[in-house]
């Protein structure tokens, strides 16, 4: 099946108008990007940037059922975002509940499978318990994994691999010769999902911010100046044609 995307205007190619069933990645990772931007834009306090870019959570993670995208990595909060104000870093911590609050029973109808990497034990009780919830009640889902990126840093996950493997080598559990690329792979937070096919990076900065380094090495990266909360289905929809097109050029004859 393939979708019109008549928001892309160009005249190069049939298919670069053209978003196909075919061909999808399976697994999209994004960095949620410029919320505090678009509500200084307003002259509105940050907070109300997150609270809107949560409504962009909602719509991406529709679409993203819709066209049966297999496992959605979203980086919510960095290791590094501790350094914003006390009273912002609060309301951020709210987020989770206030989403799910509202937001599990579509995941349930959805078939959605709420999961998390990053050092999770780190956060707030009252954050941490209603993420357990969410992934209690989602966890026999089999629809889209729906992966949030919370505390997370990847650096600080590479290091905690390589003291893992150390200690299985020292308890003479594998050997030296055991630690291949798949024996890091499996030593990741992303041990049960595949790598991402494509990261989607919003608001402008092109850069990975540590973000899942390793898991990354193979992916398509997708910038856009279109801060987070302005994101939508259309957009998306937008860097998965893109996606597309590039994999048909090099895949192709
Ligand atoms: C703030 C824009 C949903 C980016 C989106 C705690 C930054 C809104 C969640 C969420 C955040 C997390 C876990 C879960 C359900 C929802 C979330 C954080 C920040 C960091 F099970 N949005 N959201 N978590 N923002």
Redo the contacts with the bound molecule.
């Keep these: 099946m393939a979708f019109r995307l008549p928001f892309l205007k160009n005249n190069r190619q049939v298919n670069d108008r053209l978003l196909t069933t075919e061909n999808l990645p399976k697994h999209v990772a994004i960095i949620?990007d410029g919320?505090g931007r678009w509500a200084k834009k307003r002259g509105l306090p940050r907070v109300a940037g997150?609270k809107e870019?949560?409504k962009?959570?909602k719509k991406i993670v529709r679409k993203a059922v819709e066209l049966q995208i297999e496992a959605l990595t979203?980086y919510?909060?960095s290791t590094e975002n501790w350094k914003r104000p006390k009273p912002e870093v609060e309301t951020?911590?709210k987020?989770?509940n206030e989403?799910?609050s509202t937001y599990l029973p579509e995941l349930m109808e959805n078939n959605v499978r709420?999961q998390?990497i990053g050092y999770t034990e780190a956060?707030p009780q009252h954050?941490r318990n209603?993420?357990h919830i969410?992934?209690e009640k989602t966890a026999n889902n089999t629809g889209l994994i729906l992966n949030?990126a919370?505390n997370y840093g990847s650096r600080a996950e590479i290091v905690e691999a390589v003291k893992q493997i150390a200690t299985d080598v020292k308890q003479n559990k594998i050997m030296i010769d055991d630690i291949d690329e798949d024996c890091i792979s499996e030593h990741l937070f992303t041990r049960k999902i595949s790598d991402p096919d494509l990261l989607i990076r919003t608001s402008g900065e092109v850069r990975l911010s540590n973000f899942l380094l390793w898991q990354n090495a193979y992916s398509e990266f997708y910038f856009t100046d279109v801060l987070?909360p302005d994101f939508n289905e259309e957009e998306f929809e937008k860097s998965l044609a893109v996606y597309q097109n590039r994999k048909r050029r090099y895949g192709g004859i």
Aim: aromatic share 14%.
């Design positions: 949620m919320n997150h870019g949560m962009t959570v979203l919510a909060f951020i911590m987020l989770p989403f799910l709420v998390t956060l954050t209603a993420i969410a992934m949030f919370i987070w």
